[in-house]
């Protein structure tokens, strides 16, 4: 194998590991809406992945080329295993998160049992709805609070509700 496709091959192998570990840190925020992953954080990451990866590649190509693919594999299997272990601690964190959100709701819907006059109440059912991805019960919640209490920061929650 020459130099040059060593160099091609090491340099889209890199790529492609550290687009994988960052589209895995990622799914934190987009799929499970528990935080964000700023681009400082996912481009530091992903720098350091790219270099390391690449310039060991480079050297077991060279050094060990008979152990290159075992080597490729290997990190591939390491990669799989963190992308398994992260996706079970989003899952579960997302779990918790949702068994607090809908005991929060139980603890809301007594206390408009309670005063359904009261349109704070309302106005935080929506959100932890909101929260839980049930926009049709979020937009309900939004609507009752302003009903209750017309003012410009509910017209404007059920308008952005009303255009999910």
Not at 4 to 9: E, G, M, P, T
Request: charged share 25%; hydrophobic share 50%; glycine share 4%.
């Amino acid at each position: 194998m020459g130099l040059l496709a060593i160099l091609a091959y090491c340099t889209v192998f890199s790529l492609a590991y550290a687009w994988a570990l960052v589209w895995i840190l990622e799914r934190k925020e987009k799929k499970y809406r528990q935080g964000t992953v700023s681009f400082t954080d996912a481009f530091i990451v992903g720098a350091l992945v790219i270099m390391l990866v690449y310039i060991s590649n480079i050297v077991v190509l060279i050094r060990w080329g008979s152990s290159a693919l075992v080597y490729d594999l290997a990190l591939i299997a390491a990669l799989a295993g963190f992308g398994t272990y992260k996706e079970t601690r989003y899952k579960f964190r997302a779990a918790k998160t949702a068994h607090r959100q809908r005991a929060e709701i139980r603890l809301l819907e007594h206390h408009i049992k309670q005063d359904p006059a009261n349109a704070a109440y309302f106005e935080r059912l929506s959100e932890v709805y909101e929260k839980l991805g049930e926009n049709r019960k979020a937009l309900e919640a939004a609507r009752m609070a302003l009903e209750l209490h017309p003012d410009v920061r509910n017209s404007w929650r059920v308008k952005q509700l009303e255009g999910k």
